[in-house]
């Protein structure tokens, strides 16, 4: 936000000579009218002056990275002499324009507001960047189908240019090379299924079937004898689990005996060898 005190530190003058009618933008933003121009501002926002005595003022806002920070340290113009900018409103965009020719060390000022009409096309709408793609024409079915011929022979020269060319005469050739060659390999197979034949009758004896004798397991010897049997086996031993008790018959289970404690055996032992008439 520009300040008001005509000895602010923050001025901004012009580098470069800029022609009248020159605009910077166009710029996203909401311009509004301030009832008040002592109105408190937020950093970024822009105080105009109208010019007149009906509006005090305009209140320009934008979180549009694009506007450079020179232009929002403009001071507002006091009289129209000292104007150099002036805000443009063009539908929904801002434009910056200079309203007179400015030499180089020119402090830049600004004041008033214009405001623009939207430039209309042909077609009767407004000549503005529309977003998305663009829609596409309406075709006659003529036109649809010569639109899928050429896309039929775009297809087909891919294709021929990826595989090769195939003239019918080639064909016709490899066929014939190809049967020629099939009966030859058959000719082959049936002489040499007849010589096996041939060999095989009046010679085939038991002695063909005989399984093979297994090798014996083991070491070779040194002393060119046959390797002997290993005795013990190797890995681990199999844990033998206790073998399983035989059921007992009716007879055994009535003389199976009680299993009695210790303490009570003493005290049959006891009175057992007890005399009444040792004691008296």
């Known amino acids: 936000m520009a300040s008001e005190d005509a000895e602010a530190q923050v001025k901004v003058f012009a580098k470069q000579a800029v022609a009248k009618?020159?605009?910077?933008?166009?710029?996203?933003?909401k311009l509004t009218t301030m009832t008040k121009w002592d109105e408190a501002l937020q950093m970024g926002s822009i105080k105009i002056p109208s010019g007149n005595t009906e509006v005090s003022g305009y209140r320009f806002d934008s979180n549009d990275f694009t506007i450079p920070m020179w232009l929002r340290f403009i001071k507002p113009a006091v009289t129209a002499d000292t104007q150099t900018i002036t805000i443009v409103q063009v539908g929904y965009n801002f434009y910056f324009e200079v309203t007179k020719d400015v030499s180089v060390g020119t402090e830049h000022f600004i004041l008033g507001r214009k405001m623009e009409d939207v430039e209309i096309g042909p077609d009767g709408n407004p000549l503005v960047k529309k977003r998305g793609r663009p829609k596409k024409p309406k075709l006659t079915p003529e036109q649809l189908a010569a639109i899928e011929e050429e896309k039929k022979k775009k297809l087909e020269a891919k294709h021929r240019q990826k595989c090769g060319?195939?003239?019918?005469?080639?064909i016709y050739e490899d066929v014939e090379g190809d049967e020629e060659e099939a009966e030859i390999e058959?000719?082959?197979?049936?002489?040499?299924?007849?010589?096996?034949?041939?060999?095989?009758?009046g010679k085939s004896t038991d002695q063909n079937l005989d399984p093979m004798v297994k090798r014996p397991r083991g070491r070779p010897r040194k002393d060119g004898l046959p390797p002997q049997q290993r005795k013990t086996r190797r890995g681990r031993r199999r844990k033998v689990g206790r073998p399983r008790k035989r059921p007992l018959s009716d007879s055994e289970e009535e003389t199976k005996q009680i299993k009695v404690p210790h303490y009570i055996r003493l005290v049959q032992v006891f009175f057992s060898d007890f005399q009444p008439s040792n004691y008296t």
């Open 21 to 29: 009618g020159h605009r910077y933008g166009p710029y996203k933003g």
């Open 165 to 170: 060319t195939i003239k019918a005469k080639d």
């Open 186 to 201: 058959e000719e082959e197979e049936a002489a040499a299924a007849e010589e096996e034949a041939a060999k095989a009758d």
